[in-house]
C-alpha cells in the first residue's frame, strides 16, 4: 500500500497538472479520445464528418455553376445541398446535446478525482500524523500550527502537509518555466549573434583589402 505522504504529493501534482493545462483542453482532449473508441457516437461522428465534406463539395459545386445559363443543373444541385445540409445540422444539434452532457460528466468526474478526493483525505485523516517533529526542534505554538487542525501535537496535519506539497510543486513548476524560457532565448541570441559577426570579420577582411589596394 503507497504511503499517505506520497499519495497527498502526487494528488498535488496532479491538481497542478489540471490547472495548468487547463479543464476545457483535457476535456476535449477525452473527448477526442472517447470517439476513437468503438462507442455509439464514434459512427456519429465519422458521418457527421462524411456530412461536412458532402457540404462542402456541393457548395463549390453550386458556386462553379450559373444560375442564369444553367438553371436546371444550378437548382439540381441547390436542392441536393439544403438536403445534406439540414442532415448535417440535425447531426451537428444531437452531437452536440450529447457533448454538452459529456461535458458535464467529465467536470464532475474530474472535481471528485481531484478537489473532492483531497477535501475526503483531508477529513478522514485528519487526526492521522504525517510524520512526527523532533521534540523541542520548534516552540510550542508552531507545534500547535503545524498540528492544525485536529492532528497530534508535534506532528504534521494531511492539511499542512499538503499545503507545503502544493508550494513545492509550485516553485518547481516556475523553476522548470524559467529555465525552458532562459534556454529558448540563449539558443535564439545565439543563432542571432552569430551572424553579425561574420558579416563583420567580411567587412574588415573587405577594409584591409581597400587599404592594400590605396598603399
Not at 73 to 98: C, G, N, P
Amino acid at each position: 500500500m503507497p504511503s499517505l505522504l506520497l499519495v497527498v504529493f502526487v494528488l498535488q501534482v496532479v491538481i497542478h497538472l489540471v490547472n495548468t493545462v487547463g479543464a476545457g483542453a483535457i476535456t476535449n482532449l477525452l473527448w477526442v479520445l472517447y470517439n476513437k473508441l468503438p462507442t455509439s457516437t464514434s459512427a456519429d461522428v465519422e458521418a457527421q464528418t462524411v456530412l461536412r465534406r458532402e457540404v462542402v463539395r456541393l457548395k463549390r459545386e453550386m458556386n462553379a455553376t450559373s444560375s442564369q445559363d444553367e438553371f436546371a443543373k444550378w437548382a439540381k444541385i441547390r436542392r441536393q445541398h439544403d438536403k445534406v445540409l439540414a442532415e448535417y445540422d440535425q447531426k451537428t444539434q444531437s452531437m452536440q446535446s450529447f457533448k454538452t452532457s459529456f461535458d458535464s460528466t467529465v467536470n464532475v468526474l474530474r472535481w471528485l478525482g481531484t478537489n473532492g478526493l483531497r477535501m475526503f483525505m483531508q477529513f478522514w485523516f485528519s487526526k492521522q500524523p504525517m510524520f512526527w517533529l523532533p521534540r523541542g526542534w520548534v516552540p510550542g505554538y508552531v507545534e500547535w500550527i503545524l498540528a492544525f487542525p485536529r492532528a497530534p501535537t508535534g506532528s504534521i496535519s494531511i492539511q499542512v502537509w499538503g499545503i507545503a506539497c502544493a508550494s513545492v510543486v509550485q516553485i518547481a513548476s516556475m523553476a522548470v518555466t524559467a529555465a525552458w524560457k532562459l534556454g529558448t532565448q540563449q539558443k535564439v541570441t545565439g543563432k542571432g549573434s552569430g551572424e553579425p559577426m561574420k558579416m563583420g570579420a567580411m567587412g574588415r577582411s573587405g577594409n584591409e583589402r581597400g587599404e592594400k589596394k590605396e598603399l
